[in-house]
């Protein structure tokens, strides 16, 4: 059994930043990549970032783009989302998820197979 397990959510005001983080533990697995999600009540599922093990590449969501940075470390299946410039609109509970080799585009949620519980982030404005 796999577990993702975050933290690093809670309240902070427009402007200000925050870090979610993401360990992975439970049997040996090895995802290709490990990505960040949110959602709101009442709303689809969001792509926020991704990173890639093999090559360190890296996606992020538009609306993300120069105010969030992902990373991680694959030797412990640990990720990172460092959150700047928060937005009201940035509110949401944040998922980290992990996915092996998949033929889902890696902004697809479906690619991803072990999901964490999800962490709250709430900007004030």
């Known amino acids: 059994q796999v577990q993702l397990v975050e933290s690093g959510g809670g309240l902070v005001q427009a402007g200000g930043s925050l870090r979610l983080s993401c360990a992975a533990s439970g049997r040996t697995f090895s995802p290709t990549a490990m990505g960040w999600f949110r959602q709101n009540p009442g709303k689809e599922s969001e792509f926020v970032a991704a990173?890639?093990?093999?090559?360190?590449?890296?996606y992020y969501a538009d609306s993300v783009k120069g105010r969030f940075t992902i990373s991680g470390d694959n030797t412990k299946n640990t990720v990172y989302l460092r959150m700047n410039s928060l937005k009201p609109e940035d509110t949401a509970v944040y998922y980290c998820a992990a996915r092996p080799f998949s033929r889902y585009t890696i902004e697809s949620s479906t690619g991803y197979n072990y999901w964490g519980q999800g962490t709250q982030v709430t900007v004030s404005s």
């Open positions: 990173l890639t093990w093999s090559g360190g590449s890296t």
